[in-house]
Nanobody
Framework: VQLVESGGGSVHTGGSLKLSCVVSGLSFDDYTLGWFRQAPGKEREAISC????????YYAESVKGRFTISRDRAKNSLWLQMSNLKPEDTAVYYC???????????????WGQGTQVTVSS
């Protein structure tokens, strides 16, 4: 099983980035897919997921209205469109897969390697 993120980078406040995660070795029917982030000195935070059954999306309050999660089963891919970025969004962002249907999950089964997002004022 592999989750490989890309698309991180450095932007100024108000900028946008789109993160990608290519998923291999697991079925989109068996796992909930989502995104976490971890800022320096802080705990890892669940920020978004997409339901495996009906595609309903969920967001942490900190990113609601600015971030959009999407997926394409045929491309085995998950994305996170981030807009109106703020310095407090600076973190390593992780693609994640878990078998429960809850958000945030109590445990994550698979993690990507992470991609750095830096937002400067």
């Amino acid at each position: 099983v592999q989750l490989v993120e890309s698309g991180g980078g450095s932007v100024h406040t108000g900028g946008s980035l789109k993160l990608s995660c290519v998923v291999s070795g697991l079925s989109f029917d068996d796992y909930t897919l989502g995104w976490f982030r971890q800022a320096p000195g802080k705990e890892r935070e669940a920020i978004s997921c997409i339901s495996r059954s009906d595609g309903k999306t969920y967001y942490a309050e900190s990113v609601k209205g600015r971030f959009t999660i999407s997926r394409d089963r045929a491309k085995n891919s998950l994305w996170l469109q981030m807009s109106n970025l703020k310095p407090e969004d600076t973190a390593v962002y992780y693609c994640a897969a878990w078998t429960s249907v809850w958000f945030p999950p109590s445990a994550v089964d698979k993690w990507g390697q992470g991609t750095q997002v830096t937002v400067s004022s």
